[in-house]
Protein backbone atom coordinates (compact mmCIF):
# COMPACT_ATOMS: atom_id res chain seq x y z
CA UNK A 1 0.00 0.00 0.00
CA UNK A 2 1.49 3.24 -0.70
CA UNK A 3 1.14 6.43 1.10
CA UNK A 4 -0.97 8.89 1.45
CA UNK A 5 0.37 11.88 -0.28
CA UNK A 6 -0.25 15.59 1.51
CA UNK A 7 -3.10 16.45 -0.96
CA UNK A 8 -4.86 13.10 -0.45
CA UNK A 9 -4.86 13.76 3.35
CA UNK A 10 -6.09 17.27 3.23
CA UNK A 11 -8.73 16.22 0.59
CA UNK A 12 -9.89 13.46 3.52
CA UNK A 13 -9.88 16.12 6.10
CA UNK A 14 -12.14 18.21 3.76
CA UNK A 15 -14.26 15.81 2.94
CA UNK A 16 -14.82 14.81 6.70
CA UNK A 17 -15.34 18.55 7.63
CA UNK A 18 -17.77 19.48 4.91
CA UNK A 19 -20.37 15.97 6.12
CA UNK A 20 -20.05 16.94 9.50
CA UNK A 21 -20.36 20.70 8.31
CA UNK A 22 -23.37 19.79 6.10
CA UNK A 23 -25.21 17.36 8.42
CA UNK A 24 -24.73 19.95 11.45
CA UNK A 25 -25.89 22.90 9.21
CA UNK A 26 -28.88 20.77 8.57
CA UNK A 27 -29.31 19.66 12.09
CA UNK A 28 -29.85 23.40 12.78
CA UNK A 29 -32.75 24.19 10.17
CA UNK A 30 -29.77 26.02 7.82
CA UNK A 31 -29.63 25.23 4.29
CA UNK A 32 -25.97 24.68 3.42
CA UNK A 33 -26.37 26.39 0.20
CA UNK A 34 -26.56 29.86 2.25
CA UNK A 35 -24.09 28.91 4.29
CA UNK A 36 -21.61 31.55 3.43
CA UNK A 37 -25.00 34.14 3.39
CA UNK A 38 -25.81 33.59 6.91
CA UNK A 39 -24.39 34.16 10.76
CA UNK A 40 -23.80 31.16 12.17
CA UNK A 41 -23.65 29.66 15.39
CA UNK A 42 -20.14 29.44 16.82
CA UNK A 43 -19.37 25.85 16.13
CA UNK A 44 -20.43 25.96 12.81
CA UNK A 45 -18.38 29.24 12.61
CA UNK A 46 -16.02 27.23 13.44
CA UNK A 47 -16.21 24.17 11.86
CA UNK A 48 -16.82 26.57 8.07
CA UNK A 49 -13.55 28.49 9.00
CA UNK A 50 -11.69 25.13 9.56
CA UNK A 51 -12.89 24.17 6.15
CA UNK A 52 -11.63 27.35 4.58
CA UNK A 53 -8.64 26.77 5.74
CA UNK A 54 -8.00 22.86 4.42
CA UNK A 55 -9.48 24.48 1.28
CA UNK A 56 -6.82 27.04 0.62
CA UNK A 57 -3.96 24.69 2.04
CA UNK A 58 -5.21 22.31 -0.46
CA UNK A 59 -5.10 25.10 -3.13
CA UNK A 60 -1.08 26.16 -2.13
CA UNK A 61 -0.13 22.98 -2.44
CA UNK A 62 -1.90 22.17 -5.64
CA UNK A 63 -0.32 25.90 -6.95
CA UNK A 64 3.10 24.36 -5.70
CA UNK A 65 2.66 20.96 -7.67
CA UNK A 66 2.14 22.82 -10.64
CA UNK A 67 4.63 25.04 -10.66
CA UNK A 68 7.54 22.45 -10.06
Do not use: C, W
Not at 12 to 18: C, D, G, H, N, V
Not at 29 to 48: C, E, I, K, R, T
Amino acid sequence: MFPMTSSEVLNKKLRAIETEFERELRARGFDPAQADNVALPSHLAALYAEREQIKAELEELIKGETND
